[in-house]
Structure formats: C-alpha cells, structure tokens
C-alpha cells in the first residue's frame, strides 16, 4: 500500500511542513540538504518533485523498490504534470531573481568574503534582504544565484545569517527553484585562454581562482547529480572537475570525465582532500590573504 506524504517523509528521513514534507531523494545520491519535496495532490495522489532535476518516473521506482509505494502508484499525477509545475517553479524563480539586488555590499558579500573567496563576484550572484524559507516559514537574507544552461530559468537559494557571518539556523540552508536539471551557476568569464572549470558547490568554485592559475570560466554544478548531469558548451576544450572529497563527489567526476572525453573534451579531475572541499582547502591554506 502506498504510504501517506507524512509517513513517505519519515521514511526517507526527512522533515513535515504543515502541507509538504521535505526527504532525502531515492533516485539520485542525496546526503546533505534534502531534495525531494512530498505533499498530497487535490485527488489525493502523492505529488513528488526532485529539485536537482530527478524525472518522477525514477523517484516512483525508487520508492516501488523500497515498497514504499506500490506498482499502481501512476508515473505522473494528474494534478502535477511537470510542464505545468515547471512552468510555475520557473515563473517563480524569476520573480525572485527580479527582486534581488547587486551583491556587492551586502551580507551575500561579506558572507562569502569570510570564506577566504577574493574573485570577482559575477552578475550570477545576487542578494535579497528578505527571501521566503519555505520550511521555516519566514522571510531570511539570502545570496541568489542564478542557474544558466537548464531548460527553464532556476535559481539556487543560500540562506544566511543576519549578520553574515555564516548561514541561517535553518534547515535546509541551500534550495534550488526552478527546473535546473544540466544547467550550473556560471561564475564568471575567467580567462578567455583558460580551461573550464566545474566544481560542485558555489563557495567551491568561486575559490578556485584564488588557487589555480589561468583559469577560464568556472561553473557550479551544485550537487553531484548537477554535475553528473551538466550540459557542457557544444565546442570541446579543456575542463577541469574539480571534486569534493567524498565517494559521492568522486564518482560524480568520473562520471562527467568520461562523458566529457567521449564529447572530444581534454579532462583533468582535481580531488579535494578527504572529507574536504576546496573551500575548505582555501582557508586552511591561507590563499588570497
């Protein structure tokens, strides 16, 4: 039997909002910020949405698999066709991106300052002193990045603190809007000369140029499923994965690599050191002090 949206968000360890849950998503390796939102459509079907860009047929075997739902459960529920849900969660994010202001100046700024992050910071970036957290049920500042590349406009939310110094005392910190499946968060043009480079995180990335000479344009892929499914530009040159230190980021580069040199790409994969980022790596080596 198919459970309940609460029982389901329980089940895969995760939080109940009121009217949604938010879980860990089966169908893509999902460890740190929940992805999969859970709530109950007007029929009473289970309404299922991956914001890392998992298809609702994948998320429904995987939860057949577990026997949390069971084989009848249909692929996409009447009253959430993923053209139409998309096209909200787009019109959404754009209303948000519009609200939004410069980045410089603001706590988004200082916020990524105090991580050892001296690069330019480019117009993909901006704040807003007051975005909605959905699961907190209140309005927080927060650093907006826009994701390029993926089917419809995305964004990517970082939600701070109110002074800056770090991120808000909420769970999750970081949620994506927006169908953003292959797209990434481009951070700037770089070297026009200089390989691309795709690092999983924002913070990540953008500590990048601080390490590595020469480097082109400088994406972040924001999770292992972004990078394993990122769109690269259509004519082939070097890239550079740059991964985080785990299992997951490391399978997610191999995956990449190998997609990359099979589209003509020259790949060199760069891995952070165990149970780091190079974020981490970045204030711990005291880089652009």
């Known amino acids: 039997m198919t459970m309940t949206a609460q029982d389901l ?45 998992c298809a609702y047929r994948d998320i429904a075997k995987a939860l057949e698999a577990r026997d949390y739902i069971d084989r009848a459960h249909p692929q996409v529920p009447k009253t959430e066709r993923p053209a139409k849900t998309s096209e909200r969660r787009g019109k959404q994010a754009r209303r948000v991106w519009d609200a939004a202001t410069s980045i410089h100046k603001t706590l988004a700024e200082n916020y990524l300052r105090r991580r050892g992050i001296r690069s330019d910071l480019h117009g993909s970036l901006r704040y807003h002193h007051c975005c909605w957290h959905g699961p907190s049920s209140q309005c927080l500042p927060a650093m907006i990045a826009r994701i390029d590349g993926a089917a419809d406009f995305a964004i990517h939310r970082t939600y701070l603190a109110p002074d800056g110094t770090g991120k808000a005392a909420v769970a999750p910190t970081k949620m994506m809007l927006g169908a953003a499946r292959g797209g990434a968060v481009r951070l700037g043009p770089g070297d026009a000369a200089g390989p691309l480079v795709v690092a999983e995180g924002i913070e990540t990335a953008l ?83």
């Open 9 to 53: 968000t329980k089940a895969l360890g995760g939080r109940w909002h009121r009217y949604y849950g938010l879980a860990f998503c089966p169908a893509h390796d999902n460890r740190n910020t929940p992805a999969l939102s859970i709530a109950t459509g007007e029929d009473g079907r289970l309404l299922l949405k991956c914001f890392a860009g």
């Open 207 to 289: 500590s990048l140029p601080g390490m590595l000479d020469h480097v082109g344009p400088v994406w972040a892929a924001l999770s292992t499923s972004g990078m394993v499914n990122l769109l690269l530009p259509r004519t082939p040159g070097s890239l550079i994965i740059a991964t985080d230190g785990d299992a997951a980021g490391h399978r997610a580069g191999q995956k990449l690599a190998k997609r990359a040199h099979a589209l003509g790409w020259r790949v060199s994969i760069l891995e952070a050191p165990e149970s780091c980022d190079w974020n981490d790596m970045l204030i711990a080596e005291g880089y652009n002090q």
